[in-house]
Nanobody, 126 residues
């Protein structure tokens, strides 16, 4: 059974930092591109970042580029999302997901991701 488990969310003041983790099991983690998405109630998933099986290939949305950093440690089957300079508009539930089917022009399409975690809440107070 494939499982993705996010952790590291919480409440932080604007300008603060959090590091999210996404731990995978039941799959060859290194074979998958891993994406981070976020969602606020009543809205669709918003792509945040993704990391290719080649860890040098990284994708970021415009809203987080320069503030967030994605990385992976395949020895631990874990992907990290370091979030700095957090803003109230970053408040959302953050999800990680796996895919084998994306590239530069499609990494942000949630429909191309297969397995999803349960999410972790990030709340940024002003």
């Amino acid at each position: 059974e494939v499982q993705l488990v996010e952790s590291g969310g919480g409440l932080v003041q604007a300008g603060g930092s959090l590091r999210l983790s996404c731990a995978g099991s039941g799959l060859r983690f290194a074979d998958f591109t891993i994406g981070w998405f976020r969602r606020v109630p009543g809205q669709a998933h918003e792509a945040v970042s993704a990391i290719d099986t080649n860890p040098r290939i990284l994708y970021y949305s415009k809203s987080v580029k320069g503030r967030f950093t994605i990385s992976r440690d395949n020895t631990k089957d874990t992907v990290y999302l370091q979030m700095n300079s957090l803003k109230p508009e970053d408040t959302a539930v953050y999800y990680c997901a796996t895919t084998r089917s994306v590239g530069r022009s499609s990494w942000d399409l949630s429909s191309l991701y297969d397995y999803w975690g349960q999410g972790t809440q990030v709340t940024v107070s002003s």
